[in-house]
Nanobody, 120 residues
Framework: QVQLVESGGGLVQPGGSLRLSCVAS???????MGWYRQAPGKQRELVAK???????TYADPVKGRFIIFRHNPNNTVSLQMNNLKPEDTAVYYC???????????????WGQGTQVTVSS
C-alpha cells in the first residue's frame, strides 16, 4: 500500500520560513516528486517538482524563495520555504509519481495535505 506522510506545516509571520517534508512508502518505482498547493476558492497549482535525477521546476511566484530537495534512498522530498508571504497561505500537498509494483501502471499519489498560514 502506497503511503505519503507529510509534516512541517503551520503558522508563520510574513518573511518567515517553514520546511515541509514528505516520506513515501510502498512504492516499487519512484518517479517525479513535488509539492502542490490549494488556496481557498482556487484550483490546486504546482509549487515545485523534481525529477528522479534531481532536475527541479518552480512556479514563478516561488522562484528564488522556495527550494525543493529530494533524497531518493529515503524516498523523501522536502520544500524549504523562505521569505513567506500571505499569498503563500494554502494547503500544501505532496505529490509522487510511480508504480506500486513491477507490473503496475504509472500512477499519481497524493499526501493528505498540510496547512501553511502566513499571517501577522
Amino acid at each position: 500500500q502506497v503511503q505519503l506522510v507529510e509534516s512541517g506545516g503551520g503558522l508563520v509571520q510574513p518573511g518567515g520560513s517553514l520546511r515541509l517534508s514528505c516520506v513515501a512508502s510502498g512504492l516499487f518505482a519512484l518517479g517525479p516528486m513535488g509539492w502542490y498547493r490549494q488556496a481557498p476558492g482556487k484550483q490546486r497549482e504546482l509549487v515545485a517538482k523534481t525529477c528522479f535525477d534531481g532536475l527541479a521546476t518552480y512556479a514563478d511566484p516561488v522562484k528564488g524563495r522556495f527550494i525543493i530537495f529530494r533524497h531518493n534512498p529515503n524516498n523523501t522530498v522536502s520544500l524549504q520555504m523562505n521569505n513567506l508571504k500571505p499569498e503563500d497561505t494554502a494547503v500544501y500537498y505532496c505529490h509522487v509519481g510511480g508504480r506500486a509494483s513491477e507490473l503496475a501502471p504509472d500512477s499519481d499519489y497524493w499526501g493528505q495535505g498540510t496547512q501553511v498560514t502566513v499571517s501577522s
